[in-house]
């Protein structure tokens, strides 16, 4: 279904949130956090945890920007939605990946009668202390779009005294920003794979809409290969793309009784997708508690998968790595997909291809740097994007830990932190700026 293109500026100065809901529908969401509610629902469907708001960036006190009473009411309505017929639909009978059906009966028909659960919203210290406990399946559906509602409403906080030429001038200026982007992204020929993987820290629905549909022209449906974003995806006819994220290792090894349990937690977690995905949804993100040991000690089974995602830490030696593990275990690197996803932007992107491509096959999942690049354009740089993430942070009554491959993203208790570095064997990390 196609959907016309809208002016930006003209919706923001005339903004009404509810002819413009920040969240629309429920599928407003990544893929990957679909495939992965599946997978707890069908694995642990009754494990109760928690998931938290952090703010990376504390010197944005969301708190003093955003009215709470725009966040209750935006929280809500997202309570009160449902899938709709054409979205059931969708899901039910889309190819993903070249798979039909890929969602199950048992778990569309649990989506169709899903409302996400209650959610507690206080205020400390100038942030927003945001929760959500309940069911596993339930409450990890609220991250993407918790996300994206505190974004918007930071965005929205910063445009609400600009004029309409204000804005005009203002979104002329970042489409222009990005056009640019695209044109130096052209450059690198028709081996290019990339993907959007922007929802979560977006500047907002309509700009990351219009972002997806810049790409589509600028680079072809050969080289953009996709949106993580469902609605978008469904909306433009364009290919829904992601597999599984750090949520699952996290919430396993929690559940862990013990140090061995914790330390196979990791493979626990792809043993269970393994019996559910093949092709393409077969992709290893190894850092969430050290890349270098989650390699060392893999079972030999995972070298066969189709590919690895690298997240955190200097994606050189995070690619150079998997390159090796391959080679080690004989695999040919160069049937294997490895695909960056941290931090990227143009740049980065270039150097990365330029190193690896021919060597592996390559693929870019382009985030906020993509769908929420305003830095300089507003007086005090109010619109520059920051970091923000919506954690699991406790499972069962445990807390949960990520490690990473950058020591400056790893969350938990000091003392849980501590013991997973002994339990995993991971040493001294290079810190390392998180940009977004």
Partial sequence: MMIPTV?????????????????????????????????????RPDT?????????????????????????????????LTLTRGESTWLR???????????????????????????????????????????????MLWEIPALAIIMELRSRAVLKDMGRFELQVLYARAMARLWEKIEELRKLGPDLRIADFGTRRRHSFLWQDWCVQAMVEGLGDTR????????????????????????????????????????????????????????????ILPDTYG?????????????????????????????????????ERGEDPRDKLIIFSDGLDVERI??????????????????????????????????????????AVAAEGRPTVKLSDNPQKATGPENEIARYKRVFGVGWQKPMAVVV
């Fill in 350 to 391: 270039k150097d990365l291809f330029h190193r690896f491509h021919g060597r592996a096959k390559i693929s870019f999942g382009w985030g906020t740097l993509l769908t929420n690049d305003f830095r300089g354009l507003v007086p005090g740089d109010g619109l520059a994007a920051f970091s923000l993430v919506c954690k």
């Fill in 224 to 283: 953009f290969i996709g949106t993580s974003n469902c609605l978008i995806a469904m909306r433009r006819d364009i290919e829904a793309i992601g597999t599984n994220a750090h949520e699952l290792p996290m919430v396993y090894a929690a559940l862990a009784d013990s140090d061995e349990e914790l330390r196979q937690a990791p493979y626990k977690v792809l043993a269970d997708w393994h019996e559910e995905h093949d092709g393409m949804l077969r992709i």
């Fill in 48 to 80: 109760q945890v928690t998931f938290s708001l952090i703010n990376r960036t504390s010197r944005i006190r969301l708190a003093e920007l955003i009215d709470e009473g725009e966040l209750r009411e935006q929280l809500d309505h997202v309570r009160g």
């Fill in 291 to 327: 890349s270098e040991g989650f390699l060392d000690h893999a079972p030999d089974w995972l070298a066969g998968w189709t590919g690895i995602r690298i997240d955190s830490g200097d994606p050189v030696q995070g690619a150079e790595a998997a390159i090796r593990w391959w080679q």
């Fill in 93 to 139: 009978g889309n190819t993903f990946y070249g798979k039909r059906q890929m969602f199950r009966p048992d778990f569309m028909e649990f989506l169709e009668n899903l409302r996400l659960p209650a959610y507690h919203l206080e205020k400390r210290d100038g942030q927003y202390e945001l929760t959500f406990e309940g069911r596993w399946p339930e409450v």
């Fill in 7 to 43: 002016d930006i500026a003209t919706r923001v100065y005339n903004h009404k949130w509810k002819i413009d809901p920040i969240v629309r529908s429920l599928i407003d969401d990544d893929f990957y956090k679909l495939l992965m509610c599946q997978s707890v629902f069908r694995n």
